[in-house]
């Protein structure tokens, strides 16, 4: 059987469409298959939507998160909770195109245990978002030692793949780079990111920027070298510095040089805030972690369990 799961936040127009979508098309395709939407604490009428249909049809779940844990958490949570032998991630915006499943499934057939969905076209997105998102995308890349410029999250798992992930015990799972991290035998397929039909993206320039930042730092230590670097500069810099004050005292003159004095001052107070607010953040990534807290809370869940049948 193959599980889809659903991540929704605040789509409450999308989410009717997007299940309607998928069934047409699993059904058409006679492929044995479990909705799981799961609402990441929406403040709209998702869930309520999500409930109706999982009353109308059989083969849709839901599960309800006490609050806003965040997508990773919501894909997490969906395959924890998933029956299936192989398991899918899509958007509930459609974003990612549904029909791609089949495609995903006849190669998780022929033996594939990951199949990663790349984005060949990144759909309508402003230039800054494009540039922020190469800038991201080259950052993690070089974090986990391989391409993901045209990652995403749409992509099927394998059941040996999913119970992996599972077993991590990383509260800040960033899910993109994990699944292509574990290995196994993996390819990819093409997509074409669609436009939406309803709705709004929910995702702001502050929650992307933190996103980012939060996911670079529990893949990568890279930041962290950053501090380093600026140690190494700061090190030369006093060194030509250095030398410049001890060749004017030998010449009498060492009153002169004020400005560059303060000027050096500000830039090494600047160095030293930095590196230490860039330790901090990894101290607080890591004082997260050890807490121990759940990644999520589930607060309600709706439908049945595994089911025999498609409908």
């Known amino acids: 059987m193959l599980s889809v799961i659903v991540p929704a936040y605040n789509e409450e127009e999308m989410v009717e469409k997007c299940a309607s979508a998928i069934r047409d098309i699993l059904l058409k395709a006679s492929i044995l298959y479990e909705l799981i939407f799961v609402d990441d604490g929406s403040k709209d009428n998702t869930w309520e939507q999500i409930v109706r249909l999982s009353i109308q049809r059989t083969d849709i779940r839901g599960i309800h998160f006490s609050r806003n844990f965040g997508k990773e958490a919501a894909i997490m949570a969906g395959l924890s909770n998933a029956a299936g032998e192989c398991c899918v991630v899509l958007d509930c915006d459609l974003q990612h195109p ?65 119970n992996v992930l599972l077993n991590m ?52 230590t890279a930041p962290m070298q950053i501090v380093t670097a600026l140690g190494v500069v700061m090190f030369l810099l006093s060194i030509i510095f250095g030398g410049i004050a001890l060749v004017q005292k030998i010449n009498g003159i060492a009153l002169e040089g004020f400005t560059t004095v303060i000027l050096l001052l500000l830039f090494s107070s600047s160095i030293v805030m930095i590196s230490l607010g860039i330790i901090g953040f990894y101290i607080a990534q890591i004082y997260e972690e050890i807490k121990g807290r759940p990644r999520y809370i589930i607060s309600s869940t709706c439908g049945d369990q595994a089911h025999d049948t498609v409908d």
């Open 98 to 162: 549904p029909e791609k499943i089949i495609d995903m499934y006849k190669l998780w057939e022929k033996g594939y245990e990951v199949v990663e969905g790349r984005k060949s076209s990144r759909g309508d997105e402003g230039k800054l978002h494009s540039l922020a998102a190469r800038i991201f995308y080259s950052l993690i890349s070089a974090a986990v030692g391989f391409d993901m410029s045209d990652a995403s999250d749409f992509r099927l798992l394998d059941r040996k793949a999913v």
């Open 169 to 220: 015990r990383e509260r800040n799972a960033f899910f993109r780079a994990l699944s292509s991290w574990i290995g196994f035998k993996s390819t990819f397929i093409e997509f074409d990111v669609q436009e939406r039909s309803a709705g709004v993206s929910k995702w702001s320039t502050s929650a992307l920027v933190k996103y980012a930042i939060s996911n670079i730092s529990s893949f990568s």
